[in-house]
């Protein structure tokens, strides 16, 4: 009687919604290959994970976070310590933030020291290299909205920053700004970009991003322990899904350890009038904020617009360079000496 019941069920639904579901599976569950049981080759779901907590968390937030430079940092202090479990949603959103960006950095590291930027996927480097700096605007956006001394001061000199670009410099610092000045005109355009334009567009990016990955398949290696067996590859469906899964839940769990042990915190309300004494920006970018103490604001700005077209060009200046210098891997030792630069930036202006 029962099976009668759910077998009836299974037919109207069945009837309401025609799906092809040989063909739909054939669509979605394209065989894996062996070396993707390798987490470090595997990297790129992680951040699609922290994409959807940040999401999630972030609608949570909005429930109670105020856009005006009058109600902002007050309705952060009291997400913080009045609203049931906001200092836990709003320190996941923090940590998941700083999290998606290590497992971008990683991912993209992946990429290119394993070479998998070259053709035919030299597209969908330069559309990762875009989720990139997305990725990156989502966390300065976010960092503005807190409007503590810290965060209203690095969004004064963010903005001052692109103030500086050659050609729409000011044109651009003014847009974003709302005005010459850093008012609530600003806090207006932070607060859209952050919850609307970019977390959209990074959507969408990430959407062709694995369409197109679904379009060529994950580049080719073969590890020495699978040479040995016989099947190539794994269903997508249910076996890197269950991983997938496996490891939403690791990073939930190291996400609500950072919230226990080092929650978010919050501090003096933001004031146009007192510049702090070190004005910090967020740790990804100490690299970039030590290059600009290093050189004068112009060159700095050039420099780092300089450093992003060559990786956005980078599949066709190793083309180039591997013509010119075949066998020597020029791409891995450039990577190695640019990642080490970044580094060394980073630690110097982490212990100033
Ligand atoms: C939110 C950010 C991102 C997500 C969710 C994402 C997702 C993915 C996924 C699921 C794959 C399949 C294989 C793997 O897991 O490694 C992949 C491959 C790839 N990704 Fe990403 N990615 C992101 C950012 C980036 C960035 C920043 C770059 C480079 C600048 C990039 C370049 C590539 C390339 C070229 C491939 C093909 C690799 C191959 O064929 O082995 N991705 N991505």
């Not at 309300?269 to 702090?276: K, M, Q, V």
């Amino acid at each position: 009687m029962e099976t009668l019941n759910v077998q009836k069920i299974v037919s109207w639904v069945k009837e309401r919604f025609p799906v092809d579901v040989e063909g739909f599976k054939s669509l979605t569950n394209e065989p894996v290959p062996n070396h993707l049981r390798h987490w470090w080759l595997a990297l790129g779901g992680t951040p699609a994970i922290l994409f959807v907590i940040q999401i999630i968390t972030g609608i949570l937030l909005l429930f109670y976070y105020v856009p005006t430079p009058e109600g902002a940092y007050q309705s952060v202090f009291k997400i913080t310590n009045e609203v049931t479990f906001g200092w836990y949603i709003r320190s996941v959103h923090k940590w998941a933030s700083e999290l998606m960006i290590v497992t971008v950095m990683l991912h993209m590291s992946r990429v290119y020291f394993t070479g998998a930027f070259r053709k035919p996927r030299e597209v969908n480097w330069m559309l990762g290299v875009i989720i990139f700096f997305v990725t990156l605007g989502l966390g300065f956006s976010g960092y503005s909205l807190i409007y503590d001394q810290l965060s209203y001061w690095a969004t004064m000199v963010g903005t001052e920053i692109a103030q500086s670009s050659p050609l729409i410099g000011g044109l651009a610092a003014d847009f974003i700004r709302g005005g010459a000045e850093i008012s609530g005109n600003t806090l207006t355009r932070f607060y859209i970009l952050h919850v609307v334009i970019l977390p959209a567009t990074l959507a969408g990016l990430v959407v062709i991003h694995i369409l197109t990955v679904r379009l060529h398949g994950v580049t080719e290696f073969e590890f020495e322990e699978e040479k040995k067996l016989e099947r190539k590859t794994f269903p997508l469906f249910p076996d890197h899904f269950l991983t997938e899964c496996i490891i939403g839940f690791l990073i939930l769990y190291l996400l609500t350890i950072m919230a226990i042990l080092f929650p978010a915190g919050l501090g003096k309300p933001a004031n146009p009038l007192i510049t702090p004494e070190h004005i910090k920006p967020e740790w990804y970018f100490y690299a970039s904020f030590r290059w600009l103490k290093l050189t004068n604001i112009y060159i700095g700005v050039l420099g780092q617009i300089f450093f992003a077209g060559i990786l956005v060009a980078w599949p066709f200046i190793d083309q180039m360079l591997e013509k010119k210098f075949p066998k020597m891997e020029m791409s891995v030792w450039i990577g190695f000496i640019g990642f080490s630069f970044y580094l060394i930036l980073t630690v110097w202006e982490a212990l100033a």
